[in-house]
C-alpha cells in the first residue's frame, strides 16, 4: 500500500505563489516518475508537470516558465513551485506516483484557488 500525502494549497491573488509538496510512504521498492495533474470544474484532469528519477522534466504549456517541479528521490518527495499564479490555475491539484511497474497511484488533492 503506497500513501500521497499533499500540502500546500490555499488562495493566493493572481500574481502569487505558492508552493504544493507531496510526500509518498508505504510499500515502495522503486519510484519512477513523480508529478502534478490538476482538475478544474467541469474539466477533464490534466497533467500540470511530471519529473522522472533521473530528473528529466515535462511541463503543460499552460505552466512552463511559471512553474517548477523538484523530487528528492531518497525522501520520496515531490515538490511544485508555482508562481505567476493566474486565475486559470484555479483547480484541484493531485499529487502523482507511478512506481517501478508504472502503476499509478494518487493523492487525495489540494485545492488552489487564485483570485484576480
Known amino acids: 500500500q503506497v500513501q500521497l500525502v499533499e500540502s500546500g494549497g490555499g488562495l493566493v491573488q493572481a500574481g502569487g505563489s505558492l508552493g504544493l509538496s507531496c510526500a509518498a510512504s508505504?510499500?515502495?521498492?522503486?519510484?519512477?516518475?513523480m508529478g502534478w495533474w490538476r482538475q478544474a470544474p467541469g474539466k477533464q484532469r490534466e497533467l500540470v508537470a511530471q519529473?522522472?528519477?533521473?530528473?528529466?522534466?515535462t511541463y503543460a504549456a499552460s505552466v512552463k516558465g511559471r512553474f517548477t517541479i523538484s523530487r528528492d528521490n531518497a525522501k520520496n518527495t515531490v515538490h511544485l513551485q508555482m508562481n505567476s499564479l493566474k486565475p486559470e490555475d484555479t483547480a484541484v491539484y493531485y499529487c502523482?506516483?507511478?512506481?517501478?511497474?508504472?502503476?499509478?497511484?494518487w493523492g487525495q488533492g489540494t485545492q488552489v484557488t487564485v483570485s484576480s
Open positions: 508505504g510499500r515502495i521498492f522503486s519510484v519512477n516518475t
Open positions: 502523482y506516483l507511478g512506481d517501478e511497474f508504472n502503476r499509478p497511484y
Open positions: 519529473i522522472t528519477r533521473g530528473g528529466s522534466t
